[in-house]
């Protein structure tokens, strides 16, 4: 890949507007920063009262078979929207096969999981639910669960015109309308809106190593990544331990045979935070992680001192999380279906 621009120092860059410019003007090509309101998503127009029901639904539990879990048991607002663990424990203590992904910004990915099988969030919040591992759930005992509160009746009531608001598709949407709101602006959205001073010497370094070296090929746009599919293993493919070779990755969502150990793209916005990482969760330090990919997927032995670079310009796209109040939720009546954590056959 040819040089974006010169290799210079960071302090250089600093001291030169014009080359700063350079610089910015790049990584504009690549990147966008975030925007500065909720996005419209399609087919669901976000307003107030859906935000709202969307949070209840996101922090009850009582959303899945056993009353234990939710989707913040998973993706933890205080610890970078996801669980900080390997792979996201669920239903019975059964381990899932997947690393959690952030939801935070993740309205803004082209597709949601590492394989992309859910096309907006609203469909990805369904999957959950239903897996066996995770929450265990059925659409008919979460409508039956809903409905039996009328707190619950009459906030669905509110979020959505029409009968019928207590629906599955409904649930879906109103847990879709919250999390687009999760957008977290980071120092690096605020340099590429002009703020010279948003990103240090180091950073700035890293910025030109991550756009010189090819990292920005697949991480590029407004999520830096989560578009795109990509063979994990382009040049040198991992060892097992970080690519586990039963999981094929998008082979299971297409059945072709060009889609094994393809993977969508990660989103790096608050990969600072979101340790251990790949779908695997098996690298929990970022500068390791770092360096396997510059090995696997572009063919580069970093240095220490390029992968602390990229480490730190990586820091750069973490920003605070919006402030979010724990809800009240409607309290259970004589009607509402009854825990159970009974693993059921698959």
């Known amino acids: 890949m040819q040089r974006i621009i010169p290799t210079l120092l960071a302090s250089t860059l600093l001291a030169s507007p014009a080359l700063a410019n ?32 969307g949070k209840m ?9 056993s009353g234990v879990f939710s989707c913040y048991s998973c993706h933890n607002l205080a610890t970078g929207g996801d669980d900080n663990l390997e792979t996201s424990i669920g239903h019975g203590w059964q381990k899932g096969p997947r690393n959690a992904p952030t939801v935070l910004n993740s309205v803004l990915n082209e597709a949601q999981f590492w394989d992309g099988r859910a096309a907006d969030l609203a469909e990805q919040a369904k999957g959950p639910i239903q897996a066996g591992v995770e929450m265990a759930n059925t659409p008919a005992n979460v409508v039956a669960t809903l409905n039996s509160m009328p707190g619950y009746v009459a906030a669905f009531d509110s979020a959505f015109d029409g009968g019928d608001a207590v629906s599955f598709d409904n649930m879906a949407k109103a847990i879709e309308a919250f999390e687009a709101t999760l957008l977290t602006p980071a120092p690096f959205d605020a340099w590429l809106n002009g703020n010279d001073a948003a990103l240090s010497e180091v ?22 990544g989560g578009h795109g599919y990509y063979p994990f293993g382009l040049i040198e493919k991992p060892g097992s331990d970080v690519l586990p070779e039963g999981d094929k990755g998008r082979f299971a969502v297409t ?44 063919g580069e032995e970093l240095t220490d001192g ?15 999380v919006p402030a979010v109040s724990v809800p009240a939720l409607p309290a259970e009546t004589g009607t509402t279906p009854r825990p159970t954590a009974e693993i059921l056959p698959q």
């Open 22 to 53: 350079d610089l910015r003007e790049a990584a504009l090509d690549m990147f966008k920063p975030l925007p500065s309101t909720v996005p419209a998503v399609a087919d669901n127009p976000i307003t107030p009262a859906k935000i709202e029901l």
């Open 57 to 65: 639904l996101y922090f009850d539990p009582r959303l899945s078979a």
């Open 203 to 224: 950073e700035l370094a890293g910025l030109e190593l991550f756009m010189d070296k090819g990292c920005a090929s697949c991480h590029s746009g407004v999520n830096v």
């Open 255 to 298: 059945e072709t045979a060009d889609d094994e150990y393809v993977f969508r793209a990660s989103p790096l916005r608050n990969i600072a935070e979101t340790a251990p990482y790949f779908h695997s969760g098996k690298v929990w330090d970022l500068k390791v992680a770092v360096q396997i990919m510059a090995e696997s997927q572009l």
């Open 306 to 320: 390029e992968a602390d670079q990229i480490v730190a310009f990586l820091g750069a796209l973490s920003g605070p």
